[in-house]
């Protein structure tokens, strides 16, 4: 058994709040039927029962019990049925008044409803400034019979609403709001069955629209429209039951056109183009089976700036990647086996071999090591199948 001060009973982490006729800052006193008792030195924790007893008696815990903070204002009350805690528990904050004739508790905290152990009822959360002397709330949620239930509402400090949730049975039922600090819409999110289900909206801090989009039963479906934030549209993606699918298309904030692809049963095919904002064509990409086969880059006067090549086997490894500038080989130039093995690296520099080059048995073991230096070879090296040396040649300049 374990004191209840240290029993982690401080009230579900602040999960807490009110139902009935309570008013905040109301001291409950116990009738002649309910007894008192310390929270700290009375009571006990029983966690493999979790029940609530009695120090003395180890009996289940029927009454109400207070814990003092260490000026003896009271800190919080709870009241027990059989152990189980029942019915409303309030935690208020500590006092920093010197007020010290003064037995008033500090502000409230928290209110909690159980209903034999378990959360039923309003739950709030206060927090400890207030506004003209009223309390502001920081949440209020509500429970039915242990599950997550209603209305949630959550609230920044200066009182504006921060967020709305909609639950039935513990679950997400309903449209969920999200709101930036100054009371305009965030988000906008509508659920069924714990799902996202129906449209989805984000906004600016403004509520303008930034993007809106459709689920059905927890799956993207249809147009995904977004906008820059003259309203102008951004971009337009769309989705058949959480696949890619059709041309998606992104725009300048003018309006003009900045790139486009095509995706089939979420795989993008054909070609991928960017755009200059003047509509000159970028870059060019094709497609083929969900692969990069060829990769093209311009400027803004159509001249071409730089090109990959891609080709593969017809198990989907990659064979060979070539890369171009200027219309000149450029960059690392890759062979490979069909098992995935690197066959072959050829380093460019200006249109001309540079640096290391290599060759490589289908094991992955280096077969040849060639090095040039300003176009000409200064080293070659060969090696066996098992990776051991077995000829080599300096070139001196």
Avoid at 79 to 104: L, P, S
Avoid at 160 to 187: C, L, P, S, Y
Avoid at 288 to 317: A, H, M, P, R, S
Avoid at 350 to 360: A, D, N, S, V
Wanted: glycine share 10%; charged share 40%.
């Amino acid at each position: 058994m374990k004191s209840l001060l240290f029993a982690g009973l401080l009230l579900a982490s602040f999960d807490i709040a009110a139902q009935g006729n309570h008013q905040p800052g109301q001291r409950t006193r116990p009738t002649r039927e309910e007894p008192e008792a310390d929270c700290g030195s009375d009571l006990e924790y029983d966690e493999k029962k979790d029940l609530i007893l009695h120090a003395k008696s180890l009996a289940p815990y029927t009454g109400i019990c207070r814990s003092y903070y260490e000026d003896n204002r009271l800190e919080r009350e709870v009241h027990f049925v059989d152990g189980k805690e029942d019915g409303i528990a309030t935690t208020y904050y500590k006092r920093n008044d010197e007020k010290k004739f003064d037995a008033n508790p500090g502000k409230v905290m928290a209110i909690t409803e159980h209903k034999m152990g378990v959360p039923n009822g309003t739950w709030k959360y206060y927090y400890e400034t207030q506004v003209d002397e009223k309390d502001k709330l920081a949440w209020e949620n509500t429970y039915k019979e242990g599950k997550k239930d209603g209305e949630w509402k959550y609230y920044f400090e200066n009182g504006i609403e921060k967020k709305i949730e909609n639950w039935k049975e513990d679950k997400k039922n309903g449209v969920f709001i999200e709101f930036f600090a100054n009371g305009k819409k965030k988000t906008e999110i509508n659920y069924k069955d714990d799902k996202m289900h129906g449209d989805y909206k984000m906004y600016f801090d403004d509520e303008t629209p930034f993007i809106e989009k459709k689920y059905v039963e927890g799956k993207q479906d249809g147009e995904e429209i977004s906008y820059h934030k003259n309203a102008q549209i951004a971009s337009i993606k769309r989705y058949k039951m959480g696949v890619e699918e059709g041309t998606w298309r992104t725009y300048y904030d003018d309006g003009k056109e900045k790139s486009t692809l095509t995706y089939v049963n979420g795989k993008i095919v054909g070609e991928q183009k960017e755009f200059f904002k003047e509509g000159q064509l970028k870059r060019k990409i094709v497609y083929v089976d969900g692969k990069i086969t060829l990769n093209e880059g311009f400027d803004e006067f159509g001249n071409k700036v730089d090109q990959e090549d891609i080709t593969y086997f017809k198990n989907g490894k990659t064979a060979t990647v070539k890369r171009q500038k200027m219309g000149n080989p450029d960059g690392a130039w890759k062979t490979y086996y069909e098992n995935g093995k690197m066959k072959s690296l050829e380093n460019y520099s200006q249109g001309r071999l540079e640096g290391e080059q290599k060759e490589f048995w289908e094991t992955g073991k280096l077969k040849r090591r060639i090095v040039y230096q300003d176009g000409e070879i200064v080293l070659t090296e060969d090696y066996d199948k098992d990776g051991k040396k077995i000829g080599g040649e300096s070139e001196d300049k």
